[in-house]
């Protein structure tokens, strides 16, 4: 791939370099071929003009999506209700001894202090307090409230990020992507479960807006590379050639001139002529690997392979990244905004128990949905769980510069923490443990970043009910009375606050939630 208009890709060449990938993938951006980091490192990324990055100053930002699967409850944590605060009803609704609610200094967030001897019906102690994290993240933490139109896991999860189909069914990292992915080798890299997981309905956006979903975030990275960990292999050179002879003898072929003309043929054999080769240049099945080289069990270097500069580190903050997914997956999101190989990426619990080799149960069966058996320990429990990921993840951004300008990469990210629905707020009358919940469609939503209006909630809670109300997405004045969807709000306003273009999309004015 040549270089032209000083120095820049040609309209032509961005847009044949956009269907690149490797493995399979349908969504890397463009790459300089013959350069090792592409475009991808923090000096050439001030250098991105010529290619279509931010709009307000020419840098792209990044979204890290955290799918808080099974029912985040928000009045289990940053927006709790005292039983003194509820009247008459406090016994029967989910609100808290006033003890277990903690106030967070020159703050409108709560924080629950939760101690259960058991975990659901698993004999595990439960013991969390959120007050170091609130009072450590108060400052660029906003919680919007919120109303949801479905309470199917599936369907509320997907519509968290699509905000309802808001904007032609796009997700809210396929715009992120869109807007500044062009540069980055995997823009969209999906370690999500679920609904999480799945992409939105348009399907006129450019292939690189999709996302790459990620099973095994330990082991992905050794997949992005068709040569290297082979032993004995021929010469790049030769493989290049058999390459090339099997693409002309694939196009030969009956299948091949029979679906010459379809678009996923023609995709996927861009993809393995053009992307396979720029993708592998990268190097990035060794720059994301987290693995130690410690033969037997991982003989990196008997195969030719190393691992990240950051991979001691990972392993010493992320120290389950094998047994517990969500810690392999904040540690190769961290990897992944670093390397600047995406500026989105998705990760979560699942469903499925997760225990670590020393017996420590790192997720319920069902994650957050376990509390259908009992609620107050299971949110303490998965909430715990989440905010140390998150505190972990962002310790890591703020100590990695964006560019020479001082910025950090935390600096210009933002963490959206989302859930499906909330919790009915009922409860079997004075009962503190083992009471059950169901799905409900009255919540809120916790982000956190420095581009937000920190310190901030959006709607507020009525402690007679224990039920949300909703806000001005403009001004971000309350509206008690309004019990309406907003669905459409929450994602305009993540939007706004990544100065994402919107333009053309319909959405209302939601610069309550920006910084200003």
């Keep these: 791939m040549s270089l032209r208009n000083n120095g820049r890709l040609s309209r032509r060449e961005l847009l044949k370099a956009l269907s690149m990938c490797a493995a399979g993938s349908a969504t890397l951006g463009p790459l300089l071929t ?242 396979q080769s720029a993708l592998e240049v990268q190097d990035l099945i060794n720059r994301l690997n987290v693995l130690p080289d410690q033969p037997p069990k991982t003989p990196l270097s008997e195969y030719g392979l190393s691992n990240s500069p950051d991979g001691e580190r990972l392993r010493t903050v992320f120290p389950n990244y094998m047994t517990d997914p969500v810690e392999g997956q904040a540690a190769l999101a961290f990897l992944l905004l670093k390397n600047r190989v995406s500026v989105t990426v998705t990760l979560g619990p699942s469903f499925n128990m997760a225990v670590t080799p020393s017996y420590q149960v790192t997720n319920p069966p069902l994650a957050f949905d376990f509390s259908h058996n009992d609620h107050r320990s299971i949110q303490a429990f998965m909430w715990s769980r989440l905010m140390d990921t998150i505190d972990k993840l962002i310790v890591l951004l703020k100590s990695e510069p964006f560019d020479s300008s001082g910025e950090s990469l935390w600096d210009r990210s933002l963490i959206y923490m989302a859930t499906e629905f909330g919790r009915t707020r009922n409860r079997t009358d004075g009962a503190t443990e083992m009471f059950g919940t169901g799905h409900d469609l009255n919540n809120g939503f916790m982000l956190l970043s420095p581009m937000l209006r920190g310190n901030t909630v959006l709607g507020g809670v009525d402690p007679l009910t224990t039920l949300t109300y909703g806000f001005d997405p403009r001004t971000g004045a309350p509206e008690r009375g309004k019990l309406t969807s907003n669905e459409t709000d929450i994602f305009s306003g993540i939007l706004t606050a990544l100065g994402v273009d919107t333009s053309g999309s319909g959405m209302s004015d939601a610069s309550a939630f920006l910084r200003t």
């Design 34 to 275: 013959g350069c090792r980091d592409g475009l991808n490192t923090p000096a050439a990324l001030e250098q991105l003009g010529g290619v279509r990055q931010a709009r307000l100053d020419g840098k792209p930002r990044f979204l890290i999506v955290v799918g808080a699967v099974g029912g985040a409850s928000i009045i289990d944590s940053m927006l709790a209700v005292r039983a003194s605060e509820a009247g008459a009803n406090a016994a029967k609704l989910n609100t808290f001894a006033d003890s277990q609610v903690q106030h967070v200094d020159g703050s409108p967030f709560r924080a629950v202090k939760v101690d259960s001897p058991q975990l659901g019906s698993i004999p595990v102690p439960v013991k969390t307090d959120q007050l170091p994290f609130l009072r450590k993240y108060k400052d660029c933490m906003l919680v919007a409230t919120s109303v949801g139109t479905s309470v199917n896991h599936v369907i509320a999860q997907k519509r968290s990020l699509t905000g309802n189909a808001a904007w032609r069914g796009r997700t809210l990292q396929e715009c992120v992507a869109l807007q500044y992915g062009a540069g980055f080798p995997i823009p969209n890299v999906n370690m999500g479960n679920a609904g999480f997981s799945e992409r939105g309905t348009d399907n006129t956006l450019p292939a690189h807006c999709y996302g790459e979903v990620v099973a095994n975030p330990s082991l992905w990275p050794l997949g992005l590379d068709g040569m290297k960990g082979i032993k004995d292999l021929p010469s790049r050179d030769v493989v290049a050639l058999a390459r090339g002879t099997r693409n002309t003898l694939d196009a030969q072929s009956v299948f091949g001139q029979t679906f010459d003309d379809a678009a996923a043929l023609k995709l996927w054999n861009e993809q393995r002529t053009v992307g």
